[in-house]
Nanobody, 123 residues
Framework: VQLQASGGGLVQAGGSLRLSCAAS????????MGWFRQVPGKEREHVAA????????YYADSVKGRFIISRLNAKNTVYLQMSSLKPEDTAVYYC?????????????????WGQGTQVTVSS
């Protein structure tokens, strides 16, 4: 499995970015997907997740109401639309794929990770 994240960059506070993560290697539509972020010296944060069907989503409190996760199974891609960005959103963002097919709960166990894309929000 390969996950290729893209879309990061430099944006001013209050701006928006859309991250994409293209997956290959196994049937994308069978697996939940998630986004994480990490700042050097801090723990990795689980930012958002979406179920294999797209019917269920999860957001960390820190991004709720500002970020939207979505998926387009026809393109094997998961997205993270980020709006009203704040300097504290600055991090490397990673996408990940759950390891269980057709999972029905939200206890995701990610077994594949993308390479990360840098998001920098200036004040």
């Amino acid at each position: 499995v390969q996950l290729q994240a893209s879309g990061g960059g430099l944006v001013q506070a209050g701006g928006s970015l859309r991250l994409s993560c293209a997956a290959s290697g196994r049937t994308f539509s069978y697996y939940a997907m998630g986004w994480f972020r990490q700042v050097p010296g801090k723990e990795r944060e689980h930012v958002a997740a979406i179920s294999w069907s797209g019917d269920s989503t999860y957001y960390a409190d820190s991004v709720k109401g500002r970020f939207i996760i979505s998926r387009l199974n026809a393109k094997n891609t998961v997205y993270l639309q980020m709006s009203s960005l704040k300097p504290e959103d600055t991090a490397v963002y990673y996408c990940a794929q759950d390891g269980v097919r057709f999972r029905t709960d939200q206890f995701y166990e990610y077994d594949y990770w993308g390479q990360g894309t840098q998001v920098t929000v200036s004040s």
